[in-house]
């Protein structure tokens, strides 16, 4: 999607270790925003940003935690992967307002073995 | 506590006939309502959005109703074509605050040729 990159775009990775997910953006948007999707579960609000340093818990912050030193980064951590945590992760960018909606990236399937 | 209740999870329609998806919403600040369309392998795009000083909003082939009195809303998709088949995200926000919307869990929608 233009303007905001997610890597990897697949990862598979073994209970215990540490996992980063980057998201990277062009748009020089103010809030972004970690998703996790699963099946019967929709999307759920893992972190958002809403400036450099600026952080807040989701819904689903267990286990995650994420830092924003950029304006166009931001990242996600797994500090220990757990088998729970295998899911499709979405970043997302809005203006200020986020009235214009939301810019997805093209998410990373992360499996946890 | 789910706010935002959507409805069917998933949904099989024939070439040419009408695909409807229903969102309910609890809370009465929610005062933008928009709705995303996901293809398999990408994320969510945002398709349309209402505001709840309007009961309709049309875009194409694509028309959300919004009952304001009955918390409802909902994205009707007429002569709906097999590249319509698509996983659909209803969303609530309400203004001030994080500006974070609240998503429902998603309909798969599969339309036949």
Same mark, same amino acid.
């Given at each position: 999607?233009?303007?905001?990159?997610?890597?990897?775009?697949?990862?598979?990775?073994?209970?215990?270790?540490?996992?980063? %997910?980057?998201?990277?953006?062009?748009?020089?948007?103010?809030?972004?925003?970690?998703?996790?999707?699963?099946?019967?579960?929709?999307?759920?609000?893992?972190?958002?940003?809403?400036?450099?340093?600026?952080?807040?818990?989701?819904?689903?912050?267990?286990?995650?935690?994420?830092?924003?030193?950029?304006?166009?980064?931001? %990242?996600?951590?797994?500090?220990?992967?757990?088998?729970?945590?295998?899911?499709?992760?979405?970043?997302?960018?809005?203006?200020?307002?986020?009235?214009?909606?939301?810019?997805?990236?093209?998410?990373?399937? %992360?499996?946890?073995? | 506590?789910?706010?935002?209740?959507?409805? /069917?999870?998933?949904?099989?329609?024939?070439?040419?006939?009408?695909?409807?998806?229903?969102?309910?919403?609890?809370?009465?600040?929610?005062?933008?309502? /928009?709705?995303?369309?996901?293809?398999?392998?990408?994320?969510?795009?945002?398709?349309?959005?209402?505001?709840?000083?309007?009961?309709?909003?049309?875009?194409?082939?694509?028309?959300?109703?919004?009952?304001?009195?009955?918390?409802?809303?909902?994205?009707?998709?007429?002569?709906?074509? /097999?590249?319509?088949?698509?996983? *659909?995200?209803?969303?609530?926000?309400?203004?001030?605050?994080? *500006?974070?919307?609240?998503?429902?869990?998603?309909?798969?929608?599969?339309?036949?040729?």
């Amino acid at each position: 999607d233009a303007g905001i990159t997610q890597s990897p775009r697949h990862k598979v990775t073994e209970t215990g270790t540490p996992v980063t %997910l980057r998201c990277h953006q062009t748009e020089n948007h103010r809030y972004m925003y970690w998703y996790r999707q699963d099946p019967g579960h929709g999307l759920r609000l893992i972190h958002y940003s809403y400036g450099v340093k600026d952080t807040d818990k989701g819904e689903v912050s267990d286990g995650y935690s994420v830092s924003r030193s950029k304006t166009e980064d931001f %990242l996600l951590t797994l500090e220990s992967a757990t088998s729970s945590q295998t899911s499709v992760y979405f970043c997302a960018i809005s203006e200020s307002s986020g009235i214009h909606g939301y810019t997805f990236g093209s998410g990373t399937r %992360l499996t946890v073995v | 506590q789910q706010q935002v209740k959507q409805s /069917p999870q998933s949904l099989i329609v024939q070439k040419g006939g009408i695909s409807i998806i229903n969102c309910a919403y609890e809370n009465t600040a929610f005062d933008y309502f /928009p709705w995303y369309q996901q293809f398999p392998g990408k994320g969510p795009a945002l398709l349309i959005a209402i505001r709840p000083d309007v009961s309709e909003k049309k875009e194409g082939r694509f028309t959300i109703s919004f009952n304001k009195s009955a918390k409802q809303f909902s994205l009707h998709i007429m002569d709906s074509q /097999p590249g319509d088949s698509a996983t *659909y995200f209803c969303a609530a926000r309400e203004s001030g605050g994080s *500006y974070i919307p609240t998503f429902g869990r998603g309909t798969s929608l599969i339309v036949h040729p």
